[in-house]
């Protein structure tokens, strides 16, 4: 069984930083993107943020590029999003996901976490 788990959300400041983590476990994952979306209340899940198996290849949505970064840690199967400087405008639920193949920006994971909550303050 697939499982992906999320952590490091939480309640941080406008202008502080926070490093979320997703641990995947339940099969291989050799050859897999990972990616990180958000969503609010009312709101479709929106991209945040993939990467390549390798880590050579990563997306960012327009307006968290520069100061999120994704990375990942294959031999823990675990993906990193480092967020600095956040707007209140981050504050949303933050899911990692997994898929076969190359990273993608839209919503075609085959496999999600439970998602961990990031609220910025203003």
């Known amino acids: 069984q697939v499982r992906l788990v999320e952590s490091g959300g939480g309640l941080v400041q406008a202008g502080g930083s926070l490093r979320l983590s997703c641990a995947a476990s339940g099969r291989t994952f050799t050859g897999d993107a990972m990616g990180w979306f958000r969503q609010v209340p009312g709101k479709e899940r929106e991209f945040v943020a993939a990467?390549?198996?390798?880590?050579?290849?990563?997306y960012y949505a327009d307006s968290v590029k520069g100061r999120f970064t994704i990375s990942r840690d294959n031999a823990k199967n675990t993906v990193y999003l480092q967020m600095k400087s956040l707007e209140p405008e981050d504050t949303a639920v933050y899911y990692c996901?997994?898929?076969?193949?190359?990273?993608?920006?839209?919503?075609?994971?085959?496999?999600w976490g439970q998602g961990t909550q990031v609220t910025v303050s203003s």
């Open positions: 990467i390549s198996w390798s880590g050579l290849t990563t």
């Open positions: 996901a997994t898929r076969g193949g190359p990273p993608i920006r839209t919503y075609q994971y085959d496999y």
